[in-house]
């Protein structure tokens, strides 16, 4: 494609019964509408030849596009690490500076981080940027805190690339009989159910807005966790949770494997997709690596852990 082309894209969507294919059951026996198409925010990003890259189609455990996580919270301050993957796709090595900067409530600059990278033709490279908070305010369901963290790609004097990710600082642990602690502190506690995501007379084509009423409902009804069955959330309603300070439960998308090797793989596959779409998200306090209500070997069920933690390789999430 070229600039000033005229352009068709043409996309079929297909919801027949698959039985290779996660949920693995005839959509006559599920006990929720398996409805297709496109129901969500479809985008056609332009991007620059130096650009951030994107965290599935990279397909790198723990890779691509940005990742927020965090070390050594307490209720006064923590380390914020921020890690940019940078892809260049022109004829030359390029040395852009990734800029990082860190917003309070307020749009007050708390932290900024620089660091130039070089990166060859038709590679990527990694900017880490690491960061002591002192003034850090934990995010807890009573009181979600959020920072803006700002990404720039500076090139040749001039932003290539960017973006503004949500921020919340919170430390998580589930201590035996001592029940979940958050923040170096026992938690009540946690209240929550599953959530599906169609409505009466729209199936699962829900406006933004009203993916955010209804986490909003939800926090009113006095939950503070939720499971988000059994496949990924529209971004807008995590977004909410994040706002809100409602914890999710990301699972991956659930099925009955049965003995097929191609299921096996392709649901680990969605886990890996998952966590790398989601892992931004302050909301998120445990995954979901094994299938609902499903009978799976023991080797899957190892494989999906090891998976897990290969590609969140850091505390607070569970």
């Given amino acids: 494609m070229k600039a000033g082309d005229e352009c068709i894209i043409a996309v079929k969507a297909d919801n027949s019964d698959d039985k290779n294919y996660p949920?693995?059951?005839?959509?006559?026996?599920?006990?929720?509408?398996?409805?297709?198409?496109?129901?969500?925010?479809?985008?056609?990003?332009?991007?620059?030849?130096?650009?951030?890259?994107?965290?599935?189609?990279?397909?790198?455990?723990?890779?691509?596009?940005?990742?927020?996580?965090?070390?050594?919270?307490?209720?006064?301050?923590?380390?914020?690490?921020?890690?940019?993957?940078?892809?260049?796709?022109?004829?030359?090595?390029?040395?852009?500076?990734?800029?990082?900067?860190?917003?309070?409530k307020g749009g007050k600059v708390v932290a900024t981080m620089k660091q130039k990278i070089s990166v060859a033709p038709k590679f990527c490279n990694h900017g880490n940027a690491t960061h002591h908070t002192p003034d850090a305010s934990s995010l807890e369901p009573e009181s979600p805190y959020l920072y803006d963290v700002e990404i720039s790609v500076v090139n040749g004097g001039k932003t290539v690339d960017g973006?503004?990710?949500?921020?919340?600082?919170?430390?998580?642990?589930?201590?035996?009989?001592?029940?979940?602690?958050?923040?170096?502190?026992?938690?009540h506690q946690l209240i929550g159910g599953n959530r599906h995501q169609d409505f009466a007379y729209v199936g699962n084509a829900v406006p933004n807005s009203q993916q955010w009423r209804d986490a909003k409902r939800l926090k009113d009804a006095g939950m503070t966790i939720i499971r988000a069955a059994h496949y990924p959330q529209d971004p807008a309603f995590m977004d909410a949770c994040d706002e809100l300070g409602l914890f999710i439960i990301v699972p991956t998308p659930d099925g009955n494997i049965g003995t097929k090797t191609l299921v096996r793989r392709l649901v680990h596959e969605n886990t890996r997709q998952i966590i790398r779409r989601d892992r931004n998200h302050t909301s998120v306090l445990m995954w979901e690596p094994i299938l609902n209500e499903t009978r799976y070997p023991e080797d899957f069920a190892l494989k999906a852990l090891d998976i897990t933690h290969e590609e969140f390789p850091y505390p607070v999430v569970l």
């Fill in 23 to 104: 949920p693995g059951k005839k959509q006559a026996a599920l006990d929720f509408c398996y409805h297709g198409g496109m129901y969500r925010d479809v985008w056609l990003i332009g991007k620059s030849p130096i650009a951030i890259t994107d965290a599935n189609e990279q397909n790198s455990v723990a890779g691509g596009g940005a990742f927020l996580h965090f070390d050594n919270i307490s209720e006064k301050k923590a380390d914020v690490f921020v890690n940019v993957e940078v892809g260049n796709k022109s004829t030359a090595t390029a040395s852009p500076t990734v800029i990082v900067r860190i917003k309070d």
């Fill in 163 to 187: 973006g503004i990710l949500h921020m919340g600082i919170r430390n998580a642990e589930f201590c035996g009989k001592d029940g979940f602690w958050l923040n170096g502190k026992p938690y």
